[in-house]
Each structure stands twice: as structure tokens, then as C-alpha cells.
């Protein structure tokens, strides 16, 4: 799936020997050639693979975080692409002093449309020194952008923003300071409520489940091991790390892992401590006794497709498949 791009720009962020930010303006309308194209879908699909991110929406405080109210105005069409980067670098610029955050790079923005969604891409690449052959067999020094080392990135969903979705800013989270960083020049609200986070990651657990075609044995050990693991970090207070839980639960795989819990999709958050009542959605409600036997998740409870009735000591199961009601009419016709 390729990016159809709109707009690319790049600037620079420069870092004295004073310790001061300074904003070199670059190229504000990049053409959209093979070559950026390329760029822009690389680190696109880095970030993307990317383990530990942060997610939130756009602050009410819009003084001192204006990134939203630039990204308006060039939505509306008040400001240009150029105007927007530039407001950006400035944002970055006084985010990087307070927080002396970075020796500075090369800031990639891009506008584009993945699957019908919108983003803006924010990405700050380095210079990296290689060696390259001349045409006569000798060494040269050669630099590059290292794309697959950038450590800053962010994306905005501008069509979740717009459809009023809950989460529609994503960014790779680093240590301390860095983390605020990068948090602060998008203006993002990160506020983690650990039982929606935890009752996300048990879904995302399910969704790997699904895709890896766990049989019924298979999938009650990883589950179960999951349950384990993720129990015993709450019981500890440890926060959540999606490559520590991927290299535990899913050691032959690890990478296959954390490639679903890094999907900007499913906007998992990880650096919170599990609920451990919602952790127990890992596993079903299962019991048997002489006469039967039952198995159920626990959503299906509280979405009405089971009910218990503890006055009756009883449960009902609903929305019963048509061939099981085949035959269970036939065996009350036949009894």
C-alpha cells in the first residue's frame, strides 16, 4: 500500500555551541519525485514498525501549544504548507531549548493520504558518514540521511482529528526528557487510563491470536502465558513494554509480536501499569461438571450474549446457530 503525497517540506534545526536552537529554512514545496515519494514511505513504514509509542489528541491549550491551531489554519487554506512547516520549526525549536532534547537534523514534514485517511508526518532524520568507490578504485567520504536511525517522529491522523476519534496522535516515545519533547512540540494529551489501556492490549493479544491461527489448545497456553506475565508485572507495579512482553510471551517470534502491538491502527500506548481485573479478558469463563460443560469470553457477558441469573443459579446463552437449534429441537422431539 503506497502513500498518495500532497506535500513534502524540509528544514533544519541547528544546535550552537551556546546550547541555542536555531531554525535554518530549507525547501518548503519538495517535489513529489520518486525519490520522495520513496523517503516518505520509508519512514513511514519505520515509524509504523516501531514498538513504543505514545498516543493522545491535540491539548485544549492552544497558547502554549499552538500545533494544532497552525494545522487548522492550513487545513482551512489560511496558510500555506510553507507558512505551517515554518510555524512548526519554530514550535520545535523552543520545545528542543526547554527541554535541551537534541543536537538537531533534518525535519521531514509530509502531508499524505494512506487508505482514505489523512496524516501529517513529522520526522527528524541525521547525516550519516559512509564510504563510497570512485571510478578510480579509490575511497571517498560519502554522507546520507540515516533514515532507519531517526529517534524522532510523530503523525497526525488529520481525518481521525476531523471524525472527533479519541486518539489521533501518535509519536515514538524515548526516556524523560525526550519523550516530553516531542510530546509538547505536537501538543498532545497522552492522559493513560490504565483500564482502557490494559482491555486495548488484551484485544490486541486476541487480534495476534487470531492471526497467527492459534488451534484451541494453542491459543488457551498463549493466553494463558500472557495472563502470567502481564499479572505479575501489575502485581510488581512494572509498566507495560511491548518488546519485553513480545521476547517473553512469543519467544520464537518475537518481531511478528510486536508488529501487531506497534500498529498505529490499534493505537496501543505501552509505559502503564496493567489493570489486573481487566487483564482476566485473556481468558474465558470455562467450567464443566457431569452433566456439562461451558466455555465463554468474558465480553460476551457483558454484551448481553450471556446472561446469569444468580437469583436462578442459572445461565442463558443467546443468539444459539441455527444447526445447534436443529438439533436440539430434534433431540426434545425425539426425548
Keep these: 500500500m503506497t502513500n498518495h503525497i500532497f506535500s513534502v517540506a524540509i528544514h533544519h534545526q541547528q544546535r550552537g555551541v551556546d546550547g541555542a536552537y536555531t531554525v535554518l529554512s530549507g525547501n518548503s514545496a519538495i517535489a513529489v519525485s520518486q525519490t520522495a515519494t520513496r523517503l516518505i514511505d520509508e519512514l513511514h513504514k519505520l515509524y509504523a514498525r516501531r514498538a513504543s509509542k505514545a498516543y493522545g489528541k491535540f491539548a485544549s491549550d492552544t497558547v502554549n501549544y499552538p500545533t494544532s491551531t497552525n494545522l487548522q489554519n492550513y487545513l482551512e487554506g489560511t ?16 520545545q528542543a531549548q526547554a527541554k535541551s532534547a537534541s543536537t538537531g537534523g533534518h525535519v521531514f514534514f509530509a502531508h499524505f493520504e494512506r487508505e482514505k485517511a489523512q496524516y501529517l508526518l513529522v520526522a527528524i532524520v541525521t547525516d550519516k558518514l559512509s564510504a563510497a568507490l570512485t571510478a578510480n578504485q579509490d575511497l571517498e567520504d560519502v554522507k546520507h540521511l540515516d533514515v532507519e536511525g531517526f529517534r524522532f517522529a510523530g503523525r497526525v491522523g488529520v481525518t481521525g ?3 472527533g476519534e479519541q486518539r489521533y496522535i ?7 526528557a525526550v519523550s516530553d519533547y516531542f510530546k509538547e512540540f505536537l501538543g498532545c494529551d497522552t492522559t493513560i487510563q490504565s483500564r482502557v489501556e490494559t ?8 487480534t495476534f491470536a487470531d492471526r497467527q491461527k492459534f488451534d484451541a489448545a494453542q491459543r488457551e497456553m498463549f493466553m494463558d502465558k500472557a495472563l502470567s506475565i502481564c499479572d505479575r508485572d501489575a502485581r ?21 509480536l510486536v508488529e501487531v502491538l506497534a500498529d498505529p491502527k490499534l493505537s496501543l500506548n505501552d509505559g502503564f501499569v496493567a489493570d489486573r481485573r481487566a487483564l482476566k479478558g485473556l481468558v474465558n469463563f470455562k467450567k464443566k461438571t457431569a452433566n456439562w460443560s461451558v466455555e465463554f469470553e468474558r465480553r460476551a457477558l457483558h454484551a448481553g450474549k450471556v446472561r446469569y ?22 433431540e426434545m422431539r425425539d426425548g
Design 309 to 330: 441469573n444468580p437469583e436462578e443459579k442459572s445461565i442463558t446463552l443467546m443468539d444459539v446457530p441455527e444447526d445447534m437449534q436443529r438439533e436440539l429441537g430434534e
Design 236 to 256: 510488581d507495579d512494572r509498566p507495560v513494554d511491548f518488546a519485553t512482553l513480545a521476547n517473553e510471551l512469543h519467544p520464537e517470534n518475537p518481531e511478528a
Design 199 to 206: 482491555t486495548s492490549l488484551v484485544n490486541a493479544l486476541k
Design 170 to 176: 501518535g509519536f515514538l516515545k524515548g526516556k524523560g
Design 79 to 94: 496558510t500555506d504548507f510553507e507558512a505551517l512547516t515554518l510555524a512548526l520549526m519554530a514550535t520545535l525549536a523552543k
Design 161 to 163: 482529528w476531523a471524525a
